[in-house]
Nanobody, 124 residues
Framework: VQLQAYGGGLVQTGGSLRLACAAS??????MGWFRQNPGKEREFVGA????????NYADSVKGRFTISRDRAKNTLYLQMNSLKPEDTGVYYC????????????????????WGQGTLVTVSS
């Protein structure tokens, strides 16, 4: 499975940005977003169960970020609102054939497929 993430850029604090991730197939069970800064571990942002649309989010982005998907286009989205400087990082989309329930605390070990990352910079 190939994942292609795009949509990153520079935005001011309080602004919005939407990331997208195109998947080469739509048979994945769960897709998610992670972010990473230099010297830090990759951090879970949120995930969506592909068939049902159930989502879960990291506490740091709840109420500000929304994950959605277009099943016809095999595309995952991350709508980011009220952005803060601490949201800066390289954002990665990820996928797995497993369909995790939304209460599962997901980490990068749960995902086997990764996009190349797209940089989001939030200026203060």
């Amino acid at each position: 499975v190939q994942l292609q993430a795009y949509g990153g850029g520079l935005v001011q604090t309080g602004g919005s940005l939407r990331l997208a991730c195109a998947a080469s197939e739509g048979a994945l069970g769960t897709m998610g977003w992670f972010r990473q800064n230099p010297g830090k571990e990759r951090e879970f942002v949120g995930a969506i169960r592909w068939s049902m649309g159930n989502t879960n989010y990291a506490d740091s982005v709840k109420g500000r970020f929304t994950i959605s998907r277009d099943r016809a286009k095999n595309t995952l989205y991350l709508q980011m609102n009220s952005l803060k400087p601490e949201d800066t990082g390289v954002y990665y989309c990820a996928g797995t054939y497993r369909a995790f329930i939304t209460s599962t605390r997901l980490n990068e070990g749960h995902f086997g497929f990764w996009g190349q990352g797209t940089l989001v910079t939030v200026s203060s």
